[in-house]
């Protein structure tokens, strides 16, 4: 997998946006980039992914820059059930088989 | 939308003992299912690939005799941690993938406690 790297812990303000970056500088030109979330004691949950452009669904907006080098994940109005580890993932494997995780963003919403 | 379902969530079980996780792909078929473990304020770490009628691949480290992996059908895999013993105690989570391309899928994780 393209090695991510992103800040251990962030805040954001309940109801405002988070903005949640990563870098993936050495991603190769077929890797996808995926964003899950672990809420404390459950499994991870999908989140959304993208290759090149920007990318939207009902949770989240991916930003991905022209380089592909970083990207942003999005969180357009926080919400305290926000609150959880949020991992970005490049896997090597066109396939998105096997997935590693990094340490990934502890975001913590605060009322 | 893909659901991926473990069992039991929680188990206690004192050392020596075995003790067998279920994960289920309850509305669509997997060929291949991962286990991942995690440790206290640690990342995931995967375990092993479970593949359907086949052996189960291992990752470095994880021993094989004492993890066994069956995935007996399309929709089950089953983790078996053998003679457990305290250092066992982790947090497991299952995952699977509905199509070829899409996003993995994860259990809610089973919850390990080996007195």
């Known amino acids: 997998d393209a090695k991510t790297t992103q800040p251990p812990s962030m805040d954001c303000a309940e109801g405002r946006a988070a903005n949640l970056p990563c870098n993936h500088s050495?991603?190769?030109?077929?890797?996808?980039v995926y964003w899950y979330r672990q809420i404390h004691s459950q499994g991870p949950q999908y989140i959304i992914h993208?290759?090149?452009n920007n990318e939207t669904n009902e949770m989240a907006s991916l930003i991905i820059t022209e380089d592909r080098k970083s990207s942003t994940l999005i969180l357009p109005h926080a919400t305290l059930r926000d609150t959880a580890v949020y991992y970005c993932?490049?896997?090597?494997?066109?396939?998105?088989?096997?997935?590693?995780f990094g340490t990934g963003t502890r975001l913590t919403i605060i009322p | 939308g893909a659901v991926v379902s473990q069992h039991p969530s929680r188990v206690i079980c004192k050392s020596g003992t075995s003790v067998k996780i279920e994960c289920r792909s309850l509305?669509?078929?997997?060929?291949?299912m991962f286990w991942y473990r995690q440790f206290p304020k640690q990342s995931l770490m995967l375990m092993a690939t479970?593949?359907?009628?086949?052996?189960?691949?291992?990752e470095q480290g994880v021993e094989k005799d004492k993890f066994l992996i069956n995935h007996a059908s399309l929709t089950l895999s089953t983790l078996t941690v053998t003679s457990a013993h305290p250092e066992d105690s982790s947090f497991y989570i299952c995952?699977?993938?509905?199509?070829?391309?899409?996003?993995?899928?994860f259990g809610n994780g089973t919850r390990l406690t080996v007195t």
């Open positions: 995952s699977a993938l509905p199509v070829i391309n899409s996003p993995l899928h």
């Open positions: 050495t991603i190769s030109g077929n890797e996808y």
């Open positions: 993208g290759l090149k």
């Open positions: 993932i490049a896997p090597d494997n066109f396939g998105n088989e096997k997935l590693t």
């Open positions: 509305d669509f078929q997997a060929t291949t």
């Open positions: 479970s593949n359907e009628g086949s052996k189960a691949t291992y």
